[in-house]
């Protein structure tokens, strides 16, 4: 292994030629380009559209221009008659209408991060349902071109904590279960910690089936690279000694509906000399050599995969291991935070890193926090994914007024979105996290959880464009 280190720069200059990624929601494009634009892109600036105004109804605050619609809120029936709308809205895509008169339409698949003390949880369905005490799994819904709702139906249930997932490149959704609960626990009558997929047109044609090869642990997102299906997963474990990187070598990689059924190799990442990733704090920073160890035992029967034997070397963990998303020839994954008091080797505000496989080579290319030059007003990034105007949208889990943040490409932040649903009181309020942006295949519309309340908006506007 040998480390590179290359002629330093500021954060900003960083983000401006390498890119940001995705938490739970997938992009692809090289980042050399995501972030090179015209002047139009260059018009977003810090004040980005503008001032938030409140909105009358009191849901959601937007720049002048900005419209929203709501799509779904949990609580009201499903137009399927399934049930009601499941609580916890969390990681999001959206697929284009597969061909046959379907031209125009986008399918949103959409994850309910509920555990057993869920609210509401999805409806189990004959031919969908893995585990029926589980509360959580997905739910679809189908827009026309002018973005008004279809149908809306269960596309997946019984599964547990669907946090966020990932895209294939054939057009179906990874949904993952971030939980190590076994049969037995919290009520479960089957094994939990799975990936799952679903078939965002027709949910039956994927059904309920864990993808056991790809390990049980808490998951949380995925990237697949188009070339060689690779799939490369983040594990957020809530403690020490934190989550691990993993990839996942499919017996059939050439891909399709069903193809991760027929199992494969679970590795995990060492990167030599360096067992926690949050010790590294200089952005650059890049470790070449990389190296992957495969998996004693991927189902984790008697011990949790991170804590299995690496071997005399060990293995590296990070906190907070959370978007992860393919770009160019290389996956990105992000870690939302690390803190000394709970067991890092050194604090800081969100990173981001990018692992190129063909140099085996590991880079850290973002560093967020109150000491660099790439700031967010509120608390850590969580989900993010790509704008119109070749920045980036940020949703912000923390305390306080929750917002998703635009990031320009010079590293410039701005709000875009603030949640005003306040589900505290008068003198204590509380804004639940907002979770899944993403865009339509055209660029016109960005839809958007709200965690809780469970709410999914569609918002239009003036969007600039590179």
Same mark, same amino acid.
């Given at each position: 292994?040998?480390v590179t280190?290359?002629?330093p ?13 995705g938490a739970?929601?997938?992009f692809t494009?090289?980042l ?6 015209t ?6 600036g810090h004040?980005g ?5 409140p909105?009358?109804?009191?849901l959601?605050?937007l720049p002048?221009?900005? @419209?929203?619609r709501?799509?779904s @809120? ?5 137009r ?13 895509a959206a697929?284009?209408? $597969?061909?046959g008169?379907r ?6 698949? $959409?994850n ?11 409806p ?6 893995y585990?029926?005490?589980?509360k959580?799994?997905?739910t679809?819904l189908?827009?026309?071109?002018r973005g008004?709702?279809?149908?809306e ?8 904590v669907n946090?966020?997932g990932?895209p294939?490149p ?5 949904t993952?279960?971030?939980t190590e609960?076994?049969a037995?626990?919290?009520g ?7 990936i799952f ?6 949910p039956? %044609?994927s ?6 090869a790809?390990? %049980?642990?808490?998951?949380?997102a995925?990237?697949?690279d ?5 799939v490369?997963?983040t594990?957020d474990a809530?403690d @020490? ?5 993993y $990839? ?5 990689? @050439?891909?399709?509906l069903?193809?991760?059924r027929?199992?494969? %190799?679970?590795?995990?990442?060492r ?13 650059g ?6 190296e992957w160890?495969d998996v ?10 991170r804590l299995?034997d690496f071997?005399p070397?060990?293995?590296t ?9 393919w ?11 690390? $803190?000394s008091a ?8 969100g990173?981001i ?14 560093v967020?926090?109150?000491d660099t030059?790439?700031q ?14 070749g920045?980036?949208?940020v949703?912000?889990d923390?305390n306080?007024?929750?917002h ?5 490409r010079?590293g410039e932040?701005?709000?875009?979105a603030?949640?005003?649903?306040n589900t ?5 309020p ?5 979770a899944?942006v993403?865009?339509s ?6 839809y958007v959880?709200c965690?809780?309340?469970g709410t999914t ?7 600039r464009?590179?």
């Open positions: 292994m040998s280190r290359r002629t720069v500021t954060r900003r200059q960083m983000m401006a030629r390498s890119g940001a990624l739970g929601i997938a494009g090289a050399s380009e995501l972030f090179t634009g002047a139009a892109a260059q018009g977003v004040s559209y503008g001032p938030l105004i909105d009358p109804d009191g959601l605050d002048k221009g900005f @419209r929203y709501v799509l @809120r949990e609580g009201d029936p499903l399927s008659g399934e049930g009601k709308v499941p609580s916890n809205h969390d990681g999001m697929f284009a209408g $597969r061909s008169g031209n125009g339409q986008v399918h949103l698949v $959409r309910h991060e509920n555990r057993v003390t869920g609210r509401i949880g999805v189990t369905v004959d031919g969908l349902t585990d029926p005490m589980g959580g799994g997905c679809a189908t827009l026309d071109r008004n709702v279809l149908d139906r269960v596309a997946i249930a019984g599964t547990a946090c966020a990932g294939t054939w057009g179906t959704w990874l993952c279960e971030e609960d076994k037995g626990t919290n479960y009558t089957k094994d939990h910690g799975f997929e679903v078939d965002p047109a027709d039956h %044609r059904g309920a089936v864990p993808l056991t790809m390990g %049980r642990f808490q998951h949380e995925i990237a697949v188009p070339r060689h299906g690779i490369y997963e594990e809530f @020490r000694p934190f989550g691990l990187f $990839r996942f070598l499919p017996d059939k990689p @050439r891909g399709g069903g193809s991760l027929a199992g494969g %190799r679970l590795q995990a990442m990167v030599p000399g360096v067992p926690d990733l949050s010790s590294i704090q200089e952005t920073a890049a470790f070449d050599g990389i160890v004693p035992d991927p189902l984790a029967v008697r011990t949790p995969v299995q071997g070397k060990g293995i963990h990070a906190q907070k291991l959370e978007g992860c998303y770009g160019g020839t290389s996956v990105y994954f992000v870690s939302s935070f690390a $803190r709970e067991g890092s080797a050194a604090d800081h505000y990173q890193w990018r692992y190129d496989p063909a140099r085996r080579r590991l880079t850290l290319v973002i967020f926090g109150p030059d790439v967010l007003p509120g608390e850590s990034p969580d989900n993010i994914c790509l704008a119109p105007s920045g980036l949208m949703c912000e923390g306080g007024a929750q998703v943040y635009g990031v320009t010079r932040v701005y709000a875009l603030r949640n005003a649903q505290g009181t008068p003198e204590e509380e804004w639940g996290e907002f899944g993403t865009f295949p055209d660029g016109e519309t960005m959880n965690y809780t309340p908006f569609a918002v239009t506007g003036p969007w464009r590179t």
